[in-house]
């Protein structure tokens, strides 16, 4: 299949790029990287020329936090629906929107919104649509996962409150298998969580990073959720993944049911343990 990829020269883009390569697929990558900035491709008619003999798209566009030359609005949600559009004008009907879990009507960040905007208009679209919507991603060359094996590491590792809110890592190669298979064959449930095996607090998360670094659990340090934001709004601007409404993601939590996920691979997701076994 030739399949046009958004979103190419990030974490996920990269991995799937890599499979779909290996797997025979001609990728026809869209990204600032090879000469197209997606905030000026906010019409159907932009899009068209690019999607020229595409069997399939595949959306993986997505930022933490907006600067001053990209916004939430425009790669989340204008941009995307442009997109989205346009295939439907080209006959183009496979399509897979990887959003975020969380992007749902309960949605309360700019981040979120603008996911949830764009799987809407995917959803009203009389194409073969599939909204995915991952939870925290894990793996070689995430740049959260950096961050989160930094703090494991430190002898005594400081947490946003308690560090009880719950997050159910998923592992890479489980969201491109996911992706993958969407080419294929539809999901029955076309808005489909993609989770790991089971939540784990945001402690538990940790250790399990510093256990896969070799490391003894660590103590902990519970730093007041308010002294946390307060900082932030400095702290933005050296680390985006420290925007407050990360902080704000984080704290409300971000699991799922794995069965939809589990019934579609025809298997489990790999657990935690066998996922940092393979980075």
């Not at 559009?85 to 960040?109: K, N, P």
């Not at 950096?146 to 719950?166: E, K, M, T």
């Not at 539809?186 to 402690?203: E, K, N, S, Y």
């Not at 510093?210 to 902990?220: F, I, L, M, N, S």
């Amino acid at each position: 299949m030739k399949i046009l990829l958004t979103g190419v020269s990030g974490f996920i883009g990269h991995h799937l790029a890599q499979a779909l390569t290996a797997g025979g697929h001609r990728v026809t990558p869209v990204s600032r990287r090879n000469g197209q900035d997606m905030q000026t491709l906010l019409t159907p008619d932009a899009w068209l020329p690019h999607l020229e003999g595409v069997d399939a798209v595949i959306n993986s566009v997505g930022i933490i936090a907006e600067t001053r030359g990209q916004t939430f609005e425009k790669l989340h949600h204008r941009a995307p629906a442009a997109l989205f559009r346009a295939c439907e004008q080209a006959g183009i009907r496979r399509v897979v929107q990887i959003s975020a879990l969380g992007a749902d009507a309960q949605a309360f960040t700019p981040y979120q919104l603008s996911k949830y905007a764009a799987d809407e208009v995917l959803r009203r679209l009389p194409l073969e649509g599939v909204v995915l919507r991952p939870s925290l991603v894990y793996g070689q060359g995430g740049a959260s996962m950096a961050l989160f094996q930094r703090l494991a590491r430190l002898p005594v590792i400081p947490l946003v409150g308690d560090g009880q809110y719950r997050v159910q890592p998923v592992h890479i190669s489980d969201v491109v298998a996911t992706v993958l298979q969407c080419l294929h064959t539809l999901p029955a449930q076309r808005t489909l969580d993609v989770v790991g095996v089971q939540p784990l607090t945001f402690v538990e998360w940790l250790q399990q990073l510093r256990r896969a670094a070799g490391k003894r659990p660590a103590p902990t340090l519970a730093i007041p959720f308010a002294v946390v934001m307060a900082s932030a709004h400095v702290g933005r601007l050296v680390m985006p993944l420290l925007h407050p409404d990360n902080l704000r993601m984080l704290q409300r939590g971000n699991v799922a049911d794995v069965t939809p996920l589990a019934a579609f691979l025809g298997r489990m997701p790999l657990s935690v343990e066998e996922g940092l076994c393979c980075i």
